[in-house]
């Protein structure tokens, strides 16, 4: 009897017991991915102050003045920290004015214009910025990532692993628990037989329902045939959706019919504008993407250092929908490497964007562009008065959007068409007096 009370009241604390123990096991689940975080914080931070102190030894030796900033010597070294420091995010070099003398990548969306300077603009307790002096008043700023996507999944999956596991193991120690009851004792037996009822006098049996002949007809056929539509309707479409050359010798009343929305149904102009990357008729990508391809473009060339010209040019006493425009536009756009970076610009032009190209290159090129326009066209367009006109802008080094290389290269073929006769102009900027107006902005 001893036994079998211990036994009863096990069982009556179990769930007790196993709630007790679930608590504790998720209290230590919470507590164990905080601490491999918090550990990955502190590894990243001395790893981070540890690289930023041997970049920073470098340029002590390799930078005395601002001109050394773009030497050979530093700006391999920079590449190669830049490349061997993992948790490396970006790198600045300032004057004493806080005017940016080397950056590195060229645009970063951690870079943040203040009137005083460039600043980083970083997620607090995932990054770490560092700065230190250099020689003639410079100073050298970087970003870390003292916190990785790597480290902090890695203890969030391992804790749902481990509680997925638990959960599991619980739900199952319930179920036992709950379906285990206390052994039953002599006395509790025989009351239990005495109150037994005879089953076999039991004489209920559920009834079941019997459908109407006529009420269970409604379910054999749909009235309305297949998806919603009338049978004959149905019958009525051919595979690909247009009506059918059959007919119906019987139609159904009271019968809704469905009806299809044609484009001719559609109001005028519901479907102008851009379908698809190109212009069926010239070949070329559709103007409105041009803006964000340029952008994309630019940043990327930041990236890798690399230069990017953009070359606007048009065709006199032509528009699209022409034979001459359409023959221009085909010429244009297989003379360049990439068909997707050519895009139609204004009623009589195209905009090409020339990826790793600097405006000499692109200027020789474009001279070759203009003999074989010119070998096409000939007796069509370009004679005399009717000619093609081009203007061309870089990055040349510098940070600019898309808006300011389209400005500058739209200013280019304007001052090129004002000169009268076919001519290829290109703006050339200078570096140096861009970052000082943006300093003065």
């Known amino acids: 009897m001893a036994i079998i009370g211990l036994y009863s009241n096990t069982m009556k604390r179990g769930p007790l017991?196993?709630?007790?123990?679930?608590?504790l096991l998720v209290a230590a689940m919470a507590a164990w991915p905080v601490l491999r975080i918090a550990q990955a914080i502190e590894s990243g931070q001395n790893e981070a102050r540890s690289s930023f102190n041997e970049l920073r030894r470098s340029a002590l030796n390799m930078i005395s003045t601002p001109s050394?900033?773009?030497?050979?010597?530093?700006?391999a070294e920079a590449a190669k920290a830049w490349l061997s420091q993992q948790r490396l995010l970006a790198l600045v070099i300032k004057d004493s004015s806080g005017e940016v003398l080397y950056a590195r990548p060229g645009a970063s969306p951690y870079y943040k214009r203040l009137a005083s300077g460039l600043s980083f603009e970083r997620p607090e307790g995932t990054t770490s910025r560092l700065g230190g002096p250099l020689s003639s008043g410079m100073a050298i700023e970087a970003l870390y990532v003292t916190l990785s996507q790597e480290a902090l999944f890695y203890p969030i999956r391992d804790a749902a692993i481990a509680f997925s596991a638990i959960l599991a193991l619980l739900v199952a120690l319930l179920l036992l628990v709950s379906n285990a009851s206390p052994m039953a004792t002599d006395q509790s037996l025989a009351d239990d037989e005495s109150s037994r009822v005879d089953a076999s006098n039991d004489t209920w049996a559920p009834s079941l329902p019997v459908l109407d002949p006529e009420e269970s007809s409604l379910y054999e056929e749909d009235a309305f045939g297949p998806h919603g539509l009338d049978k004959s309707d149905a019958d009525g479409l051919a595979s690909d959706g247009t009506e059918a050359k059959t007919s119906t010798p019987e139609t159904k009343e009271n019968v809704p019919t469905a009806s299809f929305v044609r484009s001719d149904d559609l109001p005028i102009g519901m479907l102008d504008g851009p379908r698809g990357l190109f212009d069926e008729e010239t070949g070329l990508g559709w103007e409105a993407y041009l803006r964000e391809r340029l952008s994309a473009e630019?940043?990327?060339?930041?990236?890798?250092?690399?230069?990017?010209?953009?070359?606007?040019?048009?065709?006199?006493e032509s528009a699209r929908g022409d034979e001459e425009f359409n023959l221009f536009a085909s010429t244009v756009r297989d003379y360049f490497s990439f068909k997707d970076l050519a895009f139609q610009f204004g009623k009589d032009g195209a905009a090409l964007i020339l990826p790793n190209m600097d405006v000499d290159h692109a200027l020789r090129m474009c001279e070759k562009l203009q003999q074989k326009l010119e070998l096409t066209l000939k007796g069509m367009t370009v004679d005399g008065?009717?000619?093609?006109?081009m203007g061309l802008s870089s990055r040349a080094g510098r940070l600019v959007d898309a808006d300011r290389i389209i400005g500058e290269a739209m200013a280019a073929i304007g001052k090129a068409k004002q000169d009268g006769e076919p001519?290829?102009?290109?703006?050339?900027?200078?570096?140096?007096k861009f970052r000082a107006y943006l300093a003065g902005q």
């Open 423 to 432: 001519s290829i102009l290109a703006f050339r900027p200078d570096p140096e």
């Open 17 to 23: 017991l196993i709630a007790i123990v679930s608590l």
């Open 298 to 316: 630019l940043r990327r060339s930041a990236s890798f250092e690399q230069d990017l010209s953009l070359l606007i040019i048009s065709i006199d």
């Open 68 to 75: 050394d900033t773009v030497s050979e010597p530093w700006r």
């Open 385 to 389: 008065d009717n000619g093609v006109f």
